[in-house]
């Protein structure tokens, strides 16, 4: 069996959930009716404070009928250049929602409340209206980096100052909230709309939720529909989330442990140029020489240790619910053998 470092979504389901997932009680969700989805949907509104919840897809489907559930066509959608929302979900803001995106150079994808200010439009007839601001939290191509919830709070108040709505990419928030001891309910109270990803660090095969006020939700849920992401008896796989929700959040920390390590036994080698700082289950790092990045990713292939190249010369490894500390062992020594 390969160690798979490519990322957090390569997990199976453990027995416990696959166990949970069988006895699933289910129904025909588009009428309402999934009691294993409306168990899930409740428990997440809750978690976060916040009045109601979507169980959807996929992260890129709960992040989009966000955008299109805030901004109207030619609007504008304020994040950072690396934000998930802009690079990597095929163009969704101008495809679904017909907006445009306006990006910020931020610091590890991290964006501040004084940037964000500076880019909003003024009410005038030849600039698109500014009507959403998007956070990625933790931020995936930021080498898993964390959110200060303090500069967050600076960002709310310049959204509310200007009428614009604030979403959190939250697919990786769990990871986000166990480094960094920050609370559920305080993302809930700072932001209009959250999507977290079930199906990433949480273990399950599939699932992002999205979670904001009642009437959002209800618009998501229409949103949903049309997007084509109203499932029926997918209970079976929202009592894969009900499980995680209640047993894969404190683990994460595990995976932070095992990032550290693989990370420190880098930092010892030649060949690696810099490392993102690890805050995470993400480290991403740059080797020596453009180029080097797939020659790399290709001897560690050797070694049975699958990582992506995510540029000419940097990698990244993520950590996970079935990466086990021997396995760690085995990374750190092969790297430690590396030249
Ligand atoms: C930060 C972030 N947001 C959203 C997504 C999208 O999630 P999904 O793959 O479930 O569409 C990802 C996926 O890797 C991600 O890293």
Redesign the pocket.
């Known amino acids: 069996m390969p160690i798979d470092l490519r990322s957090d ?1 390569v997990t199976r389901p453990t027995p416990a959930m696959l166990d949970a997932m069988m006895s699933a009680k289910v129904g025909d969700d588009v009428f309402g009716e999934d009691p294993t989805i409306n168990i899930l949907e409740a428990m997440a509104a809750r978690m976060f404070g916040m009045e109601a919840a979507l169980y959807c897809p ?3 489907m709960s ?1 989009q009928i966000a955008i299109k559930c805030h901004t109207q066509p030619g609007d504008e959608v304020v994040c950072e250049k690396i934000a ?1 929302v802009y690079v990597y979900e095929g163009g969704g803001i101008a495809f679904n929602s017909g907006s445009q995106a306006r990006t910020l150079e931020g610091n590890l994808g991290r964006i501040t409340a004084a940037q964000v200010s500076m880019v909003i439009n003024p009410d005038d007839v030849h600039r698109a209206r500014t009507s959403l601001v998007t956070l ?1 939290n933790t931020c ?1 191509r930021g080498g898993g980096s964390c959110y200060d919830l303090e500069e967050i709070g600076k960002i709310r108040q310049v959204c509310s100052d200007n009428q614009l709505k604030l979403h959190l ?1 939250g ?2 928030l769990f990871n986000a909230l166990v480094a960094t001891g920050q609370s559920a309910p305080a993302y809930g109270r700072l932001f209009d709309s959250i999507s977290v ?1 079930l ?1 990433k660090g949480l273990g399950c095969p599939i699932g ?1 939720i999205l979670i904001g006020p009642a009437a959002f939700i209800r618009h998501a849920r229409r949103v949903r529909k049309v997007f084509g992401g109203g499932m029926r008896q997918a209970g079976f796989m929202a009592a894969a989330g009900v499980y995680a929700l209640e047993n894969h959040i404190d683990r994460l920390a595990h995976d932070h442990a095992h990032a550290r390590r693989i990370a420190s036994a880098l930092e010892k080698k030649k060949f690696v140029r810099s490392i993102m700082p690890v805050e995470t289950n993400i480290i991403i790092f740059e080797v020596e020489g453009d180029g080097c990045a797939k020659q790399l990713a290709q001897r560690l292939r050797e070694k049975d240790i699958l990582a992506i190249p995510i540029s000419a010369n940097q990698i990244r490894f993520v950590t996970h619910l079935d990466i086990s500390a021997e396995m760690v062992d085995k990374v750190v020594s092969v790297i430690e053998q590396l030249n």
């Open positions: 979504t996929s992260g890129t992040n998930h990625e995936n990419d697919a990786r990803c199906n992002s």
